[in-house]
């Protein structure tokens, strides 16, 4: 087994405020990032905090000693690291994981994943370091995980790409995200049931009520079990959906930049509603209908 580099961990708002304390004793250097409580860094090893969850990303050549020394006597309280099977059985069950990418970007398309993963796959994962794409803030190391996945002996994975010329009517038409993500997570059921008919279940993040998604599904997605759940991404399956789903996203903004000369930057911030002023001020209106998602308020304020 190759040495752990990389470790994700759930944790409850107290064990987060525990683990910046134990950090900071530690001697920790510290340094802002997005969307994390902390962020800190010392000699082979690196804690981020995320603000979602929140969960711990622990990476660098001392992930498995902080683990077993550190974060599971003084944060947990439990050890961990070498029985997952034992905390978590059912990740190691064979079912389907359903994730998506770009539904908060206002470029670039919806994109839909899903993975079929059973016990020796998802031992493979686990060793391989597979985790929420979230956590994850390298484009290069996410492309690196998807080759990983792919090579994964008997992985079978399917992704849909909704680009912006197909997403806008078909928003229009539905005139709802939920049941637009419903439709796209059923299509790739239906798609993985076809390849792996005898799968039992899919799994998927808690997006809406379970019921929108039942209803989307057709025929052959209607046999399998369908169980949603928050933090669905510690799940080794969803976590490869969605490093799947975050690779195509990533590849076709960066199509997309070169195509239209211009840099897309990711999300919905002030940076974005720049960009896409020039895009219209340079290319017109009809530009935005094949790069960006029209039902963000970014496109009615870019359009003024």
């Keep these: 087994m190759p040495p752990l580099r990389s470790h994700t961990v759930a944790l409850t708002a107290e064990q987060a405020d525990k683990l910046r304390a134990i950090l900071e004793r530690q001697g920790f250097k510290f340094e802002p990032r997005p969307y994390t409580l902390c962020f800190g860094q010392k000699p082979g090893l ?5 603000e979602k969850g929140p969960k711990a990303v622990i990476q660098g050549k001392e992930t498995a000693d902080f683990i077993q020394f550190t974060l599971e006597p003084e944060v947990l309280g439990e050890a961990r690291l070498g029985y997952e099977d034992l905390h978590h059985p059912e990740r190691f069950t064979p079912h389907f994981g359903i994730d998506e990418s770009g539904k908060g970007d206002f470029f670039g398309p919806l994109v839909i994943a899903g993975a079929y993963t059973d016990d020796a ?27 990983a996945i792919r090579a994964t002996p008997g992985v079978v994975s399917e992704v849909i790409v909704v680009s912006p010329e197909k997403y806008n009517p078909l928003y229009e038409k539905i005139g709802n ?24 279940s899919a799994l998927s993040d808690q997006f809406a009520n379970p019921v929108v998604l039942q209803r989307a599904l057709m025929a052959k997605g209607r046999k399998i079990e369908l169980r949603q759940q928050t933090k669905a991404e510690s799940d080794y399956a969803v976590a490869a959906a969605s490093i799947l789903a975050r690779e195509k996203f990533i590849d076709w903004l960066a199509d997309a930049e070169k195509k239209w000369g211009l840099k897309f930057p990711k999300g919905a911030s002030a940076a974005v509603l720049e960009a896409a002023r020039t895009l219209v001020h340079q290319h017109g209106p009809d530009a935005l209908r094949a790069t960006a998602k029209l039902h963000f308020k970014t496109a009615q304020q870019a359009l003024a």
Excluded: F
């Excluded at 690196?46 to 995320?50: F, H, I, K, L």
């Excluded at 796959?121 to 290069?140: T, V």
């Design 121 to 147: 796959i998802a031992r493979h994962l686990l060793e391989a370091g597979i985790r929420d794409s979230k956590s994850i803030g390298s484009d290069a190391q996410i492309r690196k995980m998807a080759d």
């Design 46 to 50: 690196t804690v981020a905090v995320y």
């Design 177 to 200: 995200l939920n049941r637009l993500l419903a439709w796209g997570h059923a299509r790739v059921i239906e798609n993985l049931c076809e390849r792996k008919p005898d799968c039992p």
